[in-house]
């Protein structure tokens, strides 16, 4: 009786937390597309972490600069010991007079110091400070698109591999069912032992390849887990049919996307920024010749007054009010030869832009075409799987009557089984190329 009560509780427990343990499972292996995982990557790849904290450190580092802009206040305060205060009215070697002061001394009070002009030099700074949060941002959106396509390649390879698992797997037990067969017709004599020699030899193959394909998708979920920030062995799992919207340009040709990556490009932004931040530079070195001028303020307490003739062990006050210009005559020859490396920079900037321009032409042209070329495979790959589908079909018929060897049926099968593979690798590298492309004209 307790046992048959321990077995009902028992049994009440597990209806109770079989919701739970399902939900659990389901969410460990639910589907994630590729938008959900570049939206995962996106806030937890560690590439992007590192760039986006460069990016908060630039935007900090014009706050340091505007803070320069505020005058320099100080306060100070001493305390000291006094010596004996003499005064030798004839001479060195003559007997001093001893000035009675205060064997210590201690003095409290402020300094101010305002750059009313420098050459701009602090504003121009600021400025430059801008121009480099700008170029960081240009870069966070570069490694953006980066680990976007890098995202993209391991999921499509993880797709593939994927739909290779199950044809390797489905021809596998096709060749199983075809195996039985030919053992049955060569027990009645029908056919040679060679031809169960040949099945059982392509079983074997067909087994190594899906031992392949297995190691290749554990690769692929571990990239795709490091790249989305997550742990290696973290379960994984994609949508098998996954439908994909992009940022596609319709009936676009090669001048719209041309068009586009100079107006978007991150990696052109960059050397036009770089422009930018040269020629500020040029200015700045350029500010070195220019005078200074500052308004600057002290007042000093001080005990006892020993700074001025007579002597007295009172406390005193003293202070100053102006405006001070500095010219430094040698910057006039020492920023010679800075400024004019500051303008080799310049020029260099402005050649790598337009090396840059190049660059980009050359990558649309050639992403373009590798996606003309991908959509032509498609369409000859799925000719090919009609034709070799058919053939198949042909040839295990009149093998059947023998009418043909096993050997060509082998042939027929191994062409229909690439034809799939091809189609797939043709199909992904259709959304690769293009995800490719959209990454480097700026809009992926």
């Not at 600069?65 to 001479?91: C, H, M, Q, T």
């Not at 990239?223 to 049919?241: H, V, Y």
């Not at 068009?259 to 930018?276: G, L, M, Q, R, V």
Request: glycine content about 4%; charged content about 25%; proline content about 2%.
């Amino acid at each position: 009786m307790k046992q048959y009560k321990t077995v009902s509780i028992l049994s009440i427990l597990m209806l109770l937390f079989a919701p739970s343990i399902y939900a659990q499972h389901t969410e460990k292996v639910q589907s994630l597309s590729l938008e959900e995982i570049w939206k995962v990557a996106e806030m937890n790849n560690r590439q992007l972490k590192l760039y986006d904290l460069n990016h908060q450190q630039s935007t900090i580092e014009i706050l340091e600069a505007k803070d320069r802009l505020l005058p320099e206040l100080s306060v100070g305060a001493d305390l000291k010991l006094n010596s004996k205060f003499l005064i030798y009215d004839n001479g060195l070697f003559s007997s001093p007079q001893d000035v009675a002061v205060k064997g210590y001394g201690y003095g409290v009070g402020y300094n101010l110091n305002f750059n009313l002009y420098n050459g701009g030099k602090d504003k121009r700074s600021i400025v430059i400070k801008k121009e480099e949060e700008t170029r960081k941002q240009y870069e966070l959106d570069l490694q953006k698109h980066s680990v976007k396509y890098d995202v993209a390649i391991a999921y499509f390879d993880l797709y593939k591999f994927l739909h290779f698992y199950d044809f390797l797997n489905a021809e596998t037990e096709a060749e199983k069912k075809q195996l039985r067969l030919i053992e049955s017709l060569h027990k009645n004599g029908t056919v040679l032992k060679s031809d169960v020699l040949r099945i059982s030899v392509k079983l074997s193959q067909l087994e190594l390849s899906l031992s392949d394909v297995k190691k290749k998708i554990e690769i692929a979920k571990q990239r795709l887990n490091i790249l989305m920030g997550r742990k290696n062995d973290a379960e994984l799992t994609i949508q098998p049919e996954d439908i994909i919207e992009l940022n596609a340009i319709t009936d676009g040709d090669y001048n719209d996307y041309v068009d586009i990556a100079f107006n978007k490009s991150p990696e052109y932004k960059i050397a036009i920024s770089d422009i930018k931040w040269s020629e500020l530079n040029v200015k700045q070195m350029k500010a070195t010749i220019l005078p200074k001028v500052s308004l600057y303020s002290n007042y000093n307490y001080n005990y006892p007054q020993i700074s001025f003739y007579p002597y007295s062990n009172d406390l005193w006050g003293f202070g100053q009010t102006g405006i001070k210009v500095q010219y430094s005559i040698d910057n006039l020859y020492k920023s010679k030869h800075t400024i004019a490396r500051a303008q080799v920079v310049s020029s260099q900037a402005k050649e790598k832009a337009e090396m840059k321009k190049d660059e980009i032409y050359l990558q649309v042209r050639e992403v373009y075409l590798q996606q003309q070329q991908a959509l032509e495979s498609v369409e000859t790959a799925e000719h090919n799987i009609i034709k070799t589908t058919e053939t198949v079909r042909v040839i295990r018929s009149s093998y059947l009557n023998q009418e043909s060897l096993l050997t060509d049926l082998l042939e027929a099968e191994n062409a229909l089984l690439e034809a799939k593979f091809n189609l797939t690798t043709a199909q992904t590298n259709v959304k690769v190329t293009h995800i490719r492309l959209l990454a480097i004209i700026g809009i992926l």
